[in-house]
Nanobody, 125 residues
Framework: QVQLVESGGGLVQPGGSLRLSCAAS????????MGWYRQAPGKERDFVVA????????FYAESAKGRFTISRDSAKNTVYLQMNRLKPEDTAIYYC??????????????????WGQGTQVTVSS
C-alpha cells in the first residue's frame, strides 16, 4: 500500500501562484504513476494532470495546459503541482492519487489505487 499526504494549499488572489506537494510513503517502489484531481463544491472530481513515474511522461487536462506543471522528485517520492495564473474557477479541493500497476488511464479516477486526503485551494480577492 501507498500512503499519500498533500500540502501547500491555501488562499491566493486571482493571478497568483501556488505549489502543491504530495509525499508518498509505504510501498513506493510499486508506484506506476501519480495524478492530481480536484473537486469543487457540488461538482464531480475532475482530472487535472498526471505523470508516469518511469519516463516522466505527463498528461494534462485542457483546463491545466499552459498554467499548471506537474513534476516529481523520485528520491523524495514526491510529486508537485505548480499552479500559475490562478483563477477563481480553480477553487477546489485538490487530491493526489497513485496508480500502482498498468493498465493506467490518467484521466479515469477508477484506475488509481491510493488517494490523499486533499488540500484546499481557494482563489479569491
Amino acid at each position: 500500500q501507498v500512503q499519500l499526504v498533500e500540502s501547500g494549499g491555501g488562499l491566493v488572489q486571482p493571478g497568483g501562484s501556488l505549489r502543491l506537494s504530495c509525499a508518498a510513503s509505504g510501498s513506493t517502489f510499486s508506484i506506476n504513476a501519480m495524478g492530481w484531481y480536484r473537486q469543487a463544491p457540488g461538482k464531480e472530481r475532475d482530472f487535472v494532470v498526471a505523470i508516469r513515474w518511469s519516463g516522466n511522461v505527463k498528461f494534462y487536462a485542457e483546463s491545466a495546459k499552459g498554467r499548471f506543471t506537474i513534476s516529481r522528485d523520485s528520491a523524495k517520492n514526491t510529486v508537485y503541482l505548480q499552479m500559475n495564473r490562478l483563477k477563481p474557477e480553480d477553487t477546489a479541493i485538490y487530491y493526489c492519487a497513485a496508480d500502482l500497476s498498468d493498465p493506467w488511464d490518467p484521466s479515469r479516477s477508477e484506475t488509481y489505487d491510493s488517494w490523499g486526503q486533499g488540500t484546499q485551494v481557494t482563489v479569491s480577492s
